[in-house]
């Protein structure tokens, strides 16, 4: 079965300082990978996804991701934090079903910004 | 920029009461998705849709939770009745039709937060 594991529940990181929040998937074939950021009280943005070809993508906000196949990996980073970055953020895995596609997130990561 | 809207964003009621949520998708969006997000947790999926048919709703509380789509755009989410465990926020997510070929990323609607007392 399809499964994330987003192994930090919390993460504090000082502004100016760059981040990275873990994901580590469970998928049989080539996997979607997506990466959702959430603001208290608010719905899910989208911050960027891989489906295929390059194994860095780029995002929206400054982020970026690196879709490790060896490491069934798929971080976050940003080199430099604002204050306006603090929120939970969502790594999914999006896998064909049956039915069409589904997606499966991880528990998230909440992300504390310090001055 | 066209959104997922919701409606109401929050909600309380009482246990044992009955509570709905409605759904407008983006326009021309086929999939549409109800989620269920406990407090602290990940969205886990409730229902899909494909135009107007439930494609998978294997995770739906049948006993107590409904889902329709009649015209194939918008949706209303029922819950009757409501327990104290239902409280949590509901998200509606649309995407372009992804029954076949390459995956569309999904929008996102600001949720509902249902709290039940």
């Known amino acids: 079965a399809q499964s994330v594991t987003q192994p930090d529940i919390h993460i504090t990181v000082s502004e100016g300082a760059s981040l990275e929040l873990r994901c580590n998937y469970s998928?049989?074939?080539?996997?979607?990978l997506f990466w959702y950021v959430q603001s208290p009280g608010q719905g899910l943005q989208l911050l960027l996804k891989?489906?295929?070809?390059?194994?860095l993508v780029q995002g929206i906000k400054g982020f970026e991701a690196e879709f490790k196949r060896s490491q069934s990996s798929f971080n976050l980073r940003k080199p430099s934090v604002h204050w306006s970055d603090a929120a939970e953020y969502f790594c999914a895995v999006g896998a064909l079903l049956d039915s069409g596609y589904a997606l499966n997130f991880g528990k998230g990561t909440s992300l504390l910004v310090t001055p | 920029e066209a959104e997922v809207a919701q409606s109401p964003r929050y909600k309380i009621t009482e246990k044992s009461q009955a509570v709905a949520f409605w759904c407008d998708p983006i326009s021309g969006h086929a999939t549409l998705y109800w989620y269920r997000q406990i407090l602290g947790q990940g969205p886990e999926l409730l229902v899909q849709?494909?135009?107007?048919?439930?494609?998978?709703d294997s995770q739906l509380p049948k006993d107590r939770f409904s889902a329709e789509r009649l015209k194939g755009v918008d949706s209303t989410l029922k819950i009757q009745p409501a327990e104290l465990g239902d409280s949590a926020m509901y998200l509606c997510?649309?995407?372009?039709?992804?029954?076949?070929?390459?995956?569309?990323?999904?929008?996102f609607g600001p949720g509902t937060r249902l709290t039940v007392t």
């Open positions: 849709f494909q135009d107007e048919s439930v494609v998978d």
């Open positions: 998928y049989g074939a080539t996997p979607y």
């Open positions: 997510a649309s995407s372009r039709r992804g029954l076949a070929g390459p995956m569309h990323e999904q929008y």
């Open positions: 891989y489906f295929s070809g390059d194994t």
